[in-house]
């Protein structure tokens, strides 16, 4: 029997294994993946947050991310000649949608095989986020 895993720097230590395996297939996230334990009630708690649809089936892992949508607006104000006329009108020209990779939680308690797995699991929500893969439905995105 394995000893479960009760670090963070274990379990940094299984996500880097992870990430080697997978970019001898080919898949690779640039960048820091945080990771973190997380009682079942941090987990539980993160996950009613995010309204997801997983809410009571006893999540072990969760990867948390951060969207922010920055909008370029341009003030147009109607001219007739060198005089304004009437209110001026808001057009957007570009909206710029900023990123963020939070960090992957990880249920405290299991032991390395099974935290591998479901750290697996995380790492490919994380690199569905990080190469923008378009929004899949719920059942597709969790079985993958």
Do not use: W
Not at 1 to 7: F, K, L
Not at 29 to 41: C, F, N, R, W, Y
Not at 70 to 87: A, D, F, I, S, Y
């Amino acid at each position: 029997t394995s000893v479960a895993v009760r670090d963070d720097a274990e379990l940094a230590q299984l996500l880097v294994n992870i990430r080697k395996r997978f970019e001898v297939l080919g898949v690779v996230a640039e960048g820091k993946i945080p990771v973190q334990l997380a009682s079942a009630q941090k987990l539980q708690r993160a996950c009613m947050k995010r309204s997801s649809p997983h809410i009571n089936c006893g999540v072990l892992g969760l990867t948390r991310t951060k969207l922010l949508q920055e909008q370029t607006v341009l003030v147009k104000q109607p001219m007739k000649g060198q005089v304004p006329v009437g209110r001026p009108t808001n057009e957007v020209q570009d909206v710029n949608t900023r990123r963020f990779l939070k960090g992957v939680l990880v249920q405290v308690g299991m032991s390395p095989e099974f935290t591998s797995t479901v750290l697996a699991h995380e790492f490919g929500h994380c690199y569905m986020f990080m190469h923008r893969f378009p929004k899949l439905s719920h059942e597709l995105e969790e079985g993958l």
